[in-house]
């Protein structure tokens, strides 16, 4: 990658986190409810059977509307989960079952691992992504290798100012098939 990319990336990370770390709690609940009904009233969406939902960090879009609804509907759920100093997907079978892991992220008790072939549709954070889908995240390639082969739903969840023009893309950067926010639904590539 080019220095004028990273420096692009770095400059758009910084912004966006900050901007995100000063959500107040309330905004954050208002937020992820508008976009957890949005994600929610898309059938295609709704009627998969296995999802990978991310445990929300550092004011992230809250998950847990959409997970109760998923267990609520007996949808199998996966959750990224670190374990030997790697990342893998682990199945969670309710909320009250997390620990905090050596990362301080929450993850299942248990590690029942998956393969991302079990997946149909992936609920992906991000620092930001652009209007064509190329989502930005923290630079170290979690995602990026989670999902590497990945042929489900990959849909972004942010809120609407994480939603930039352009993003330098990298040939390993993830590129979603849809951003939700609480103001805009891209639909970047037509699987969902």
């Known amino acids: 990658m080019s220095d004028s990319?990273?420096?692009?990336?770095?400059?758009?990370?910084?912004?966006i986190l900050l901007k995100r770390k000063n959500l107040s709690k309330n905004t954050?609940?208002?937020?992820?409810?508008?976009?957890?009904?949005?994600?929610?009233?898309?059938?295609?969406?709704?009627s998969a059977k296995t999802y990978l939902v991310y445990l929300p960090i550092n004011n992230e879009v809250d998950t847990k509307f959409i997970i109760n609804f998923l267990i609520q509907n007996?949808?199998?759920?996966?959750?990224?989960?670190y374990i030997?100093?790697?990342?893998?997907?682990?199945?969670?079978?309710n909320l009250d079952d997390l620990k905090r892991?050596?990362?301080?992220t929450l993850q299942p008790k248990k590690i029942i691992r998956a393969d991302i072939s079990e997946i149909d549709v992936a609920f992906v954070?991000?620092?930001?992504?652009?209007?064509?889908?190329?989502?930005l995240g923290y630079g170290k390639g979690v995602y990026d290798r989670l999902l590497a082969g990945f042929s489900g739903a990959k849909i972004g969840l942010a809120y609407d100012f994480q939603i930039v023009d352009k993003i330098p893309k990298e040939n390993h950067d993830l590129l979603m098939d849809k951003v939700i926010s609480e103001k805009r639904n891209l639909a970047v590539v037509r699987k969902v």
Not at 5 to 15: F, P, Q, Y
Not at 84 to 93: D, P, Y
Not at 101 to 104: A, E, G, H, R
Request: aromatic share 4%; no cysteine.
């Open 5 to 15: 990319s990273r420096l692009e990336k770095d400059k758009i990370r910084k912004k």
């Open 101 to 104: 892991n050596q990362l301080k």
């Open 84 to 93: 030997e100093k790697s990342w893998v997907i682990g199945r969670l079978k």
């Open 125 to 135: 954070p991000g620092i930001a992504f652009d209007k064509n889908g190329v989502r």
């Open 74 to 81: 007996q949808k199998k759920i996966f959750v990224p989960a």
């Open 28 to 46: 954050v609940a208002k937020l992820s409810g508008i976009i957890s009904r949005k994600v929610l009233s898309i059938i295609k969406i709704k």
